[in-house]
């Protein structure tokens, strides 16, 4: 049964096959409206979360389906005690799919082992979370028409973002990418990051400290936000948080179409004046996420069908 | 030191110096009744310094754990007294509930029943991650 638990488990192919569905449904959203007449969407949400299972629900009710599940572990039998594996054969009874958010890593996995239907990491502690890095590609797609020769900047927390990992992997399979690597010292991107995906994918990379002096080469920036918890001390962190605000002063020598992303929630690393910005697109990010996970759930339902 | 040739068993040689005991444990050779030898910091020409584990029975190893230790380490198997084979061994692919995840984050922390699957994934650098959260195993 074909689940989607890792970005890398889709091949560039599907994942350019999923964006021109997903281009379509935005086009002729009334085609779609029945394709999943009868089917059940089961989300497993282990730990709470708005935009993601909101946006799965979303997803399955404008193809025309149904959503069961829970939004909380103590709603659920796994406040009984359990198993992930035995969850996840209780809701193969049930549902047609199954989107699971689980605050331990690698819990989804184990459902996929054990389930009878598709199952959708939703989400996996700091793990993974691939719809994520669905919606991310869509959006890179939408604003600058394909993934060819962009230059594309990673600004924050660079080395505990599962976010940044996991597009840093998807991207990496395109041709002529350029990676800017954003961030203090000690939330740097972690070594096998640049050993296992970057080197041998031939990808040039730049690390720097500096927002303000490689603006002028991106084409899209993806914004994390820097965790005081990160932080050793917090001489460091104040010292260092507002290098890493996005305000509309650190964009006045930006490209005029730069694409900026953030996967939100958005404390203060993106300041609100930039809302306003043509260039902003991280609520367009949170729309296409949607879509995405249509373009998804269709998928794995006909591979399941099948 | 004199320590007893063996009759009928395995010799584990040229272990990297200081992983015997590391060996020992993972081996859970300490569930064995009979005669286990180790001897730590033995003169090698080739190694400088090395560990040999001697164990005077049939019992069968995990040739796995052995390579995931110490893929250097090369395993004489003795009859009556007598080297009939000696057997150099690779890092294995996949390591079946032979160390746990560390990492308090991963699934096999809370669930009991799930296999702990470390897979090889940099040979050169020697690294093994969990199956399940991809954290990297401590060797």
Redesign the interface.
């Known amino acids: 049964m074909r689940s989607l638990i890792d970005i890398i488990d889709l091949t560039p192919q599907e994942i350019d096959e999923m964006i021109s569905v997903a281009c379509d449904i935005i086009d002729n959203p009334q085609k779609y409206a029945e394709s999943c007449k009868g089917k059940k969407l089961a989300t497993l949400f282990f730990e709470p979360s708005t935009r993601t299972r909101l946006s799965f629900e979303a997803a399955m009710y404008e193809l025309g389906g149904n959503v069961i599940g829970f939004s909380e572990a103590n709603s659920s039998s796994a406040a009984k005690g359990e ?3 035995d969850t996840a054969k209780t809701i193969s009874c049930y549902a047609d799919i199954i989107a699971m958010r ?6 989804p ?2 459902a996929s082992r054990n389930a009878t239907i598709p199952v959708i990491n939703a989400g ?4 993974n979370h691939p719809t994520q890095t669905l919606a991310d590609l869509l959006t890179i797609y939408r604003e600058k028409g394909g993934f060819d020769n962009l230059t594309v900047g990673f600004c924050g927390d660079l080395k505990f973002g599962r976010t940044v990992h996991s597009l840093i992997n998807a991207l990496s399979r395109y041709t002529g990418i350029t990676v800017v690597l954003i961030s203090p010292e000690e939330l740097k991107v972690p070594s ?1 990051i640049k ?2 995906v970057l080197v041998p994918n031939n990808i040039p990379y730049i690390q720097t400290t500096k927002l303000e002096e490689v603006m002028p080469q991106l084409d899209v920036l993806y914004m994390t936000r820097v965790q005081r918890e990160r932080f050793f001390n917090e001489e460091d962190y104040l010292r260092l948080k507002d290098s890493y605000i996005l305000d509309p002063q650190k964009l006045t020598n930006a490209k005029e179409d730069l694409c900026i992303m953030h996967p939100l929630p958005r404390v203060n690393e993106i300041s609100v004046a930039v809302d306003d910005d043509p260039r902003a697109c991280y609520f367009k990010q949170v729309l296409n996420g949607k879509y995405m996970r249509m373009a998804l759930i269709l998928k794995l339902l006909e591979e399941a069908g099948k | 030191m004199k320590v007893d040739a063996i009759q009928n068993g395995i010799v584990i040689d040229h272990i990297t110096a200081g992983l015997a005991f590391r060996l020992y444990n993972l081996l859970e050779l300490d569930k064995l009744d009979c005669p286990v030898a180790i001897i730590k910091n033995v003169n090698s020409a080739k190694m400088g310094k090395k560990d040999i584990i001697k164990i005077d029975s049939e019992h069968p190893i995990d040739f796995n754990v052995v390579g995931f230790v110490d893929p250097k380490a090369t395993i004489n198997v003795i009859k009556d007294g007598v080297l009939k084979e000696k057997l150099s061994i690779d890092m294995p692919l996949k390591l079946k509930n032979v160390i746990k995840c560390k ?1 308090p ?7 009991q ?2 296999e702990h699957v470390f897979l090889l ?2 040979k050169e650098e020697k ?1 093994y991650r ?6 990297k195993a401590d060797i």
């Open positions: 198993s992930v594996a689980h605050p331990k890593e690698g819990a996995y184990v996996d502690g700091g793990h096998y050993k296992n | 990492n984050r991963c699934i096999t922390s809370v669930e029943e799930i994934t940099d690294v969990c199956l399940y959260c991809e954290t």
